[in-house]
């Protein structure tokens, strides 16, 4: 570890954290760059852009989203993901986890909607012709699904 990291970015990151527990999942320089780009820190801040840089903007994307350029990326977003590139998502992935802030948002916005009928129809076709473990208690020797038969069998059998 460098000096510089150890004295100037290691104290600032510790503040980062304090501020927020989302922070943590990112690397720190992410953080600062974040972290001194918003709100009073921005060269933005309290600034509004004028109506003809806002015609300037608006007609550069314009420039830019052409029917062409729109086609390529729904042809490029469509094409499957190669092994390779799988893996170097699970790598860069694992052990990170999403705080429980982030998952309670998360889950918020996915309640009270209900699947639509596409994910419904894909669900079922995804589980037809799947076959279901069959257990037996070795006490009472009846047999039934994986849920019940673990809930009411096996260690928590009458006959046991």
Known sequence: MSIYSEQILDPIFDELKLLDDDWSQAEPIDNIVT???????NPMYGKNHSEETKQLISQSRLDFLTPEF???????????????????????????????????KMSNT?????????ARIACSLANKGKTRPVLTCPHCNKSGGLGAMNRWHFNNCKLA
């Open 70 to 104: 729109i086609e390529k990326m729904k042809i490029w977003n469509s094409r499957p993901m190669s092994t390779e590139q799988k893996l170097k998502l699970s790598i860069a992935h694992k052990g990170k986890t999403h705080s429980e802030k982030t998952k309670n």
């Open 110 to 118: 996915r309640k009270g909607i209900a699947p639509s009928l596409n």
């Open 35 to 41: 972290f001194f780009n918003s709100g009073e820190f």
